[in-house]
Nanobody, 114 residues
Framework: QVQLVESGGGLVQPGGSLRLSCAASGSISSMYVMGWYRQAPGKQRELVASITSGGIINYSDSVKGRFTISRDSAKNTVSLQMNNLKPEDTAVYYC????????WGQGTQVTVSS
């Protein structure tokens, strides 16, 4: 089972930016799809963005035009660039991937507040 470790979360003011990174313990080249999810307090975990090995990208409507997902097979990482952050983006962000899309990272907290 591949291990996924997120980093890059923190506290940022509205309108600010953060870059999240997910490092995999093994090669991501064989992982067809990798994604970022988030879970706010009292809410269900939801898809933020996903990217396939062929470069097909999917974003949730709430982040389109503000977030950018990318994957680097040489470094075995998947990143999420988040711009123009809003208070409603506050959540724990999780990386998902692995064989059968069944592995999850431990999550990283993103808090958007003035």
């Amino acid at each position: 089972q591949v291990q996924l470790v997120e980093s890059g979360g923190g506290l940022v003011q509205p309108g600010g930016s953060l870059r999240l990174s997910c490092a995999a313990s093994g090669s991501i080249s064989s992982m067809y799809v990798m994604g970022w999810y988030r879970q706010a307090p009292g809410k269900q975990r939801e898809l933020v963005a996903s990217i396939t090995s062929g470069g097909i990208i999917n974003y949730s409507d709430s982040v389109k035009g503000r977030f950018t997902i990318s994957r680097d097979s040489a470094k075995n990482t998947v990143s999420l660039q988040m711009n123009n952050l809003k208070p409603e983006d506050t959540a724990v962000y999780y990386c998902r991937g692995g064989r059968g899309y069944t592995s999850w990272g431990q999550g990283t907290q993103v808090t958007v507040s003035s």
